[in-house]
């Protein structure tokens, strides 16, 4: 059996716990024993993304430390996985593990699709659901081609969401435009980020969406807290929460 260290985004610990859990279900549902080592902790995008360097560096080392060990490590979060795969090295040099671990740590749903080789997710969802393709996984993990590429048009994410029973995936006409989220953009530009993510969610909107799901909570949070306070009837779910729904 197939053992995976699961890492847990702190905004997924802290405010969406429900999400961590949906992930080891969906997991453990294909087959995977799943390990969750305690000591873990951010993985420093958010210090990265604004210029402290040094910090990030202290919790990639730790990250290193924790989760060295292990031949694959998954997180249900794009951004947190594409922060180790594309921005460690240089945080943290050639240290010992660096290059192992980027190459062994993964998005769930790429995981799914790469590693497990999965072609169908068994369940039943019956709902319109939009699919937000986030910054982090479309271009720097690619989940899907982005359409600024000519390249053979793929998805993995839609494609395992496609194969579920019931489920209709809709398409908004910018199928891969950012929610405005950015981490600690959306505190020093509060003004430009809420007006990007309500236009992402009028895009769902028109396209019919019951339900806007996507691979990174951090968006999916911007995007709910929008609607919360539009009084909007509009559903957000994390990919494993739709997943795990869907098999429940």
């Given amino acids: 059996m197939l053992t995976v260290a699961l890492f847990v985004p702190c905004y997924v610990d802290q405010f969406y716990p429900q999400v961590a859990f949906a992930a080891l279900r969906v997991l453990e549902r294909h087959g995977v024993r799943v390990e969750f080592p305690e000591q873990q902790t951010c993985c ?22 924790v989760f060295g060990g292990y ?9 947190c996985v594409a922060m180790v795969r594309r921005h460690y090295a240089a945080l943290v040099g050639d240290r010992p593990g660096v290059d ?6 993964y998005e769930l749903c790429e995981f799914l699709h790469d590693v497990l080789r999965v072609t169908r997710v068994d369940g039943r969802f019956p709902h319109r659901v939009g699919l937000h ?18 390249v053979e ?9 496609g194969s579920i029973d019931g489920i209709t995936v809709v398409e908004p006409s910018r199928p891969d435009e950012c929610c405005g989220f ?15 993510g309500r236009d992402r969610i009028l895009d769902h909107e028109r396209a019919g969406a019951e ?3 996507g691979v990174d909570m951090s968006c999916l949070m911007h995007m709910e807290g929008l609607l919360r306070r539009a009084g909007a009837s509009l559903r ?5 929460e739709v997943m795990a729904e869907a098999g429940a």
């Fill in 133 to 150: 393709r986030s910054c982090h996984g479309h271009r720097e993990l690619r989940l899907a081609s982005g359409s600024e590429r000519m």
């Fill in 236 to 240: 957000v779910m994390h990919v494993a």
């Fill in 153 to 161: 048009p793929f998805d993995k994410v839609k494609t395992l969401l």
């Fill in 100 to 105: 192992h671990l980027a190459t062994r740590t």
């Fill in 71 to 79: 031949d694959h490590v998954v997180a249900p979060s794009g951004s």
């Fill in 211 to 213: 339900v806007i799901t």
């Fill in 182 to 196: 950015g981490g600690t953009f959306a505190v020093a530009e509060e003004a430009v980020s809420c007006a990007m």
């Fill in 44 to 65: 420093g995008q958010p210090m990265a993304n604004s210029g402290c360097a040094s910090d990030a560096a202290a919790l990639a080392e730790k990250f290193l430390r």
